[in-house]
């Protein structure tokens, strides 16, 4: 029976940028089980009203949101190295979901809690203001052709949104493999005034971001990753920095 999930609309009927493309995704059997078995257990329903997060997890820790997890990974491997932390993954593919959700029972971690929606609408129902710790946006859709720029998921008004939901000191780490798209992420984040950039332009992969084994043959074939950290600003000293 098929996880009774809806994998790539957006309920609400808005027509702001998703945090995802419309594809099909194939599901293998073993995925379907962990769906069926495991969402209970390490899931969140989406809800229009603000996440008791201290509930959802059953402590209080710093919460770092990571949009759009893929098949988990890297998700897993920063959750396991980082045992005091909530890591709350937002994704809406079922494939993705199961994924994560077999490494969360085979590596009996217990800070991860998973949403399958849309995040930009967790984001904005969800999450209260000054609530997250840090951001995840690892090698977001990089749409490349010129025309359809304009749905890259780093755009003002989405960091806008986001920054609103960071506490002052808190971190937001985007990476691509895609030059043209890091460009545009460093003038978008280093436009918001909210935002100060910790390294000169584009910071080293640090050590909590594993090398996933696509991004190491990328890199074998000269194949660039750029990574950006930026942190949130307190209010009273908010500077934009290039």
Same mark, same amino acid.
């Given at each position: ?121 967790? =984001? /904005? ?6 609530? !997250? ?7 977001? &859709?990089?749409? *490349?052709? +010129? ?71 990328? =890199? /074998? ?6 990574? !950006? ?7 009273? &000293?908010?500077? *934009?920095? +290039?």
């Amino acid at each position: 029976m098929p996880a009774p999930i809806v994998t790539a609309s957006s309920p609400s009927g808005s027509d702001h940028i998703r945090s995802f493309v419309h594809r099909r995704a194939h599901i293998t059997p073993s995925q379907q089980a962990a769906l069926e078995r495991l969402l209970p257990l390490w899931s969140v329903a989406y809800q229009n009203t603000p996440l008791d997060l201290v509930a959802a997890f059953g402590r209080s820790a710093p919460v770092i949101l990571e949009i759009g997890f893929g098949m988990g990974e890297t998700t897993q491997q920063i959750a396991q190295a980082r045992p005091e932390d909530n890591f709350l993954g937002v994704e809406v593919f079922n494939a993705g979901v199961g994924a994560l959700l077999k490494r969360i029972d085979t590596c009996g971690l217990t800070n991860i809690r998973i949403v399958q929606h849309d995040a930009v609408e967790v =984001l /904005r129902d969800m999450l209260t203001p000054g609530s !997250l710790a840090g951001v995840h946006i690892y090698f977001p &859709d990089p749409w *490349p052709k +010129a025309r359809h720029h304009k749905r890259r998921l780093i755009q003002p008004a989405f960091i806008a949104s986001l920054v609103s939901r960071m506490a002052p000191g808190a971190y937001i780490h985007c990476a691509t493999d895609w030059e043209h798209y890091a460009q545009q992420m460093l003038e978008v984040l280093s436009a918001q005034p909210l935002l100060r950039n910790t390294c000169d332009r584009y910071a080293p992969r640090p050590d909590y971001r594993p090398l996933t084994k696509f991004e190491g043959r990328g =890199l /074998r074939l000269g194949h660039g990753v750029w990574d !950006l950290i930026f942190e949130r600003n307190a209010d009273t &000293d908010a500077a *934009p920095t +290039a």
